[in-house]
């Protein structure tokens, strides 16, 4: 659990003052509208990437990062921008996601990397996000349309009159980046090609990983991976690509290296998944191990868990409810800065005990901006806002429920349930409870993927999920000696 992260805002780039100019694109070579220098660009990056860090974890493995880095390096030195200063990043998110932000700065999801399954397949993803880069994509969007709020983590979307409180009721975890159009996208596959190509890497396998997005797309169905959201049909990119990989192919001949079993051996004990000791939730319970709390949840709600947050929200989106950490460290400093932050009408502010815990209790109203609650329809956009909290372990955690007024009596009750079920969590097979990782097997005989699957002991009901993560069909046929990837505790 993390401080939130600041909106962030288009003061940065500072556009009420800029004058529109010219200048010439990297990569086409052609003049174009631009509202953003590179000076701007590295700004932007500077400003985003300590918020992008806090607010979804990097992934603690360090060889992870030095890789990363090593190979998004060898790639950024031959591309249009070389000395632009990139950096790279992985994320600790099981969300299948690959991103680029204005600046240089490329994540990766650890979701992400574990669906790869050769070294290839990672350079040409890695080729596509320095493209966006490369070929000012940021720069010609920014220059058309303000910055899209686009969720890293595919939630539930809220209610229009939850705006007030978009800080504690984002569209999941939200992230300011950018969506790109169908030609960007485009252009990025063809840099993509060609970044790839040139370090040595066998293009035609980069194509091979939009099967894998296409599949995850049908099997998860509405929840349609994020890379997948601002991107092209995967099918259609699958043709294109194998197409521009045979032809670039011609150019650099060198460009066969796939490096499939070191990739795999690289995934071994990577997690997979969620990360219990960010938060889990169990029946109707959320327990998190590292904070040691836990707290029961509302029924039937809709659930998202991130690192700055855990939120709920009504199938009907009419009430949502948010636990987050407090940055003041005793109730008195946060009870103020929570009613001054969100210029809160207070009902009334109650010392309390939840659990043994101290805590204080706010029952405030939002009125609509610039007018008093005087119609029956003006009340129903003044939101009723009802805020637990409680000091645990020199922390203040703030549990906040919020609906419109009228409809605050439909779900005090659950609010109040949650609030004051919070306790410390003290049950040892919660707070042990270890995360699924991925562990790489070597296949003893030719067999089919379903039935080496089966030699490992891999859950029957779990063999198509697996068979996405490899990359196969589960009818495949599997040499002796290949490796493959398994899920263990």
């Keep these: 659990m993390k401080i939130q992260i600041k909106s962030l805002l288009f003061l940065t780039l500072g556009f009420s003052f800029l004058i529109t100019s010219c200048s010439r694109n990297p990569v086409t070579g052609k003049k174009e509208l631009s509202l953003m220098s590179?000076?701007?660009?590295?700004?932007?990056?500077?400003?985003?990437?300590?918020?992008?860090q806090a607010e979804y974890g990097m992934y603690a493995d360090s060889s992870w990062q030095r890789y990363l880095r090593e190979k998004g390096g060898s790639m950024a030195r031959i591309s249009h921008r070389p000395n632009l200063g990139f950096q790279f990043r992985v994320i600790d998110s099981e969300v299948v996601n690959a991103f680029a932000v204005p600046g240089g700065y490329i994540y990766f999801t650890r979701g992400i990397l574990a669906h790869f399954n050769s070294e290839a397949q990672l350079m040409g993803v890695m080729g596509h996000e320095i493209g966006h880069v490369t070929a000012r994509h940021a720069n010609e969007q920014y220059s058309k349309q303000m910055l899209a709020q686009i969720g890293l983590i595919a939630g539930m979307v809220l209610s229009p009159k939850f705006r007030e409180f978009s800080d504690l009721a984002n569209s999941g975890v939200q992230m300011l980046f950018l969506?790109?159009?169908?030609?960007?996208?485009?252009?990025?596959?063809?840099?993509?090609?060609?970044?790839?190509?040139?370090?040595?890497?066998?293009a035609a396998h980069m194509a091979d990983f939009f099967k894998t997005l296409g599949r995850l797309s049908d099997a998860q169905g509405a929840r349609i991976p994020s890379f997948m959201s601002t991107h092209p049909d995967p099918g259609?990119?699958?043709?294109?690509?194998?197409?521009?990989?045979?032809?670039?192919?011609?150019?650099?001949?060198?460009?066969?290296?796939?490096?499939?079993?070191?990739?795999?051996?690289?995934?071994?004990?990577?997690?997979?998944?969620?990360?219990?000791?960010?938060?889990?939730?169990?029946g109707d319970v959320f327990y998190?191990?590292?904070?040691?709390?836990?707290?029961?949840?509302?029924?039937?709600?809709?659930?998202?868990?991130?690192?700055?947050?855990v939120q709920f929200s009504t199938k009907d989106q009419k009430a949502i409810m948010v636990l987050s950490l407090a940055a003041e460290k005793d109730l008195n400093s946060a009870a103020s800065a929570h009613i001054s932050h969100y210029k809160l009408k207070t009902i009334r502010q109650d010392r309390a005990t939840v659990n043994g815990l101290s805590a204080i209790y706010i029952l405030a109203e939002l009125p609509p901006e610039q007018q008093a609650a005087t119609t029956q329809e003006q009340a129903a956009n003044t939101l009723r806002v009802g805020t637990m909290l409680i000091l645990h372990n020199g922390m203040v955690f703030n549990i906040t429920g919020v609906t419109a007024q009228n409809d605050y009596n439909a779900y005090e009750s659950s609010f109040n349930k949650t609030m004051n079920g919070f306790k410390i969590l003290t049950d040892p097979s919660k707070l042990n409870v270890k995360p699924e990782k991925i562990a790489i097997k070597t296949v003893n005989k030719q067999m089919s993927l379903r039935d080496a699957l089966n030699q490992f002991n891999q859950d029957s009901k779990r063999h198509d999920e697996l068979s996405i993560l490899n990359g196969m069909l589960l009818t495949d046929a599997v040499s002796q000696g290949t490796l493959i990837k398994t899920i263990t505790k």
């Excluded at 790109?180 to 890497?201: A, C, I, P, T």
């Excluded at 998190?288 to 947050?309: G, I, M, R, V």
């Design 288 to 309: 998190h191990p590292e904070l040691k709390f836990q707290f029961p949840t509302p029924n039937d709600w809709a659930y998202e868990n991130t690192p700055s947050k």
């Design 179 to 202: 969506k790109f159009s169908r030609d960007n996208e485009s252009q990025s596959d063809k840099l993509g090609v060609e970044y790839s190509s040139k370090v040595g890497y066998d």
């Design 236 to 282: 259609d990119r699958y043709n294109k690509v194998k197409t521009m990989a045979v032809e670039k192919k011609k150019e650099f001949p060198q460009a066969t290296k796939v490096e499939r079993n070191a990739y795999l051996n690289r995934l071994d004990g990577m997690i997979y998944g969620k990360d219990p000791k960010q938060g889990f939730k169990e």
């Design 38 to 52: 590179e000076s701007q660009e590295k700004s932007m990056g500077l400003e985003y990437d300590p918020q992008i």
